[in-house]
Nanobody, 121 residues
């Protein structure tokens, strides 16, 4: 069974920084793309950033230049560094990963339980 466990959320003032982490655990062959999504109250879940196994990154326009994403493949962990935070960045941040359970199997998509990020004005 695969688990994605997020950590590092919290309360921060506007203009501040926060880093969230997500570690994948369990028995699997490999992890392909990992990423972060967020969901604000009353809104749909939206993409924040993704990173491929080779390190190619993709960001939502709203966070470009402020957020960075990285991963440590040896630790099966993805990080989201959030700088110059704004109140509109508030939401539950969810980790997402495409995981290949066994060699030659197709990937399956997994979600973490979410971590709350609140940016006060």
């Amino acid at each position: 069974q695969v688990q994605l466990v997020e950590s590092g959320g919290g309360l921060v003032q506007a203009g501040g920084s926060l880093r969230v982490s997500c570690a994948a655990s369990g028995s699997f062959f490999s992890i392909n793309t990992m990423g972060w999504f967020r969901q604000a109250p009353g809104k749909q879940r939206e993409l924040v950033a993704t990173i491929s196994s080779g390190g190619t990154t993709n960001f939502a326009d709203s966070v470009k230049g402020r957020f960075s994403i990285s991963r440590d493949n040896a630790k099966n962990t993805v990080y989201l560094q959030m700088n110059s935070l704004k109140p509109e960045d508030t939401g539950v941040y969810y980790c997402n990963a495409d995981i290949q359970m066994r060699i030659r199997w197709p990937t399956s998509n997994y979600w973490g339980q979410g971590t709350q990020v609140t940016v006060s004005s």
